[in-house]
């Protein structure tokens, strides 16, 4: 019902900046009411949260990230991006998008892109 195609990874030194965006398409009204995400992945590691913005605005961050990454979305467009400063090698992974519902069941279903590679290197 909702299809998410991340794009904006690629390769920058520690200290640099990257901004992540991932772009929706499908049923705009369940997007509207999501909670979006942005998670990552790095090898040998699980998948871990990075940042959340519920339909409201309101967001929430990893403590690995807070204070110097920036979550947003708009609506309108169906996008949600992941404005990345200060970067650090541990930040390296595929960061995924992510689109997620919650019934009065608490039963979530998730909608996820295919991933885009983030390296931080010198």
């Known amino acids: 019902q909702v299809q998410l195609v991340e794009s904006g990874g690629g390769l920058v030194q520690p200290g640099g900046s990257l901004r992540l965006s991932c772009a929706a398409s499908g049923d705009i009204f369940i997007f509207r009411i999501s909670t979006m995400g942005w998670y990552r992945q790095a090898p040998g590691k699980q998948r871990e949260l990075v940042a959340t913005?519920?339909?409201?605005?309101?967001?929430n961050y990893a403590s690995s990230v807070k204070g110097r990454f920036t979550i947003s979305r708009d609506n309108a467009e169906m996008t949600v991006n992941l404005q990345m400063n200060s970067l650090k090698p541990e930040d390296t992974a595929v960061y995924y998008c992510?689109?997620?519902?919650?019934?009065?069941?608490?039963?979530?279903?998730?909608?996820w892109g295919q991933g885009t590679q983030v390296t931080v290197s010198s």
């Open positions: 992510n689109s997620r519902t919650t019934d009065r069941l608490e039963y979530s279903t998730d909608y």
């Open positions: 913005i519920t339909s409201g605005g309101s967001t």
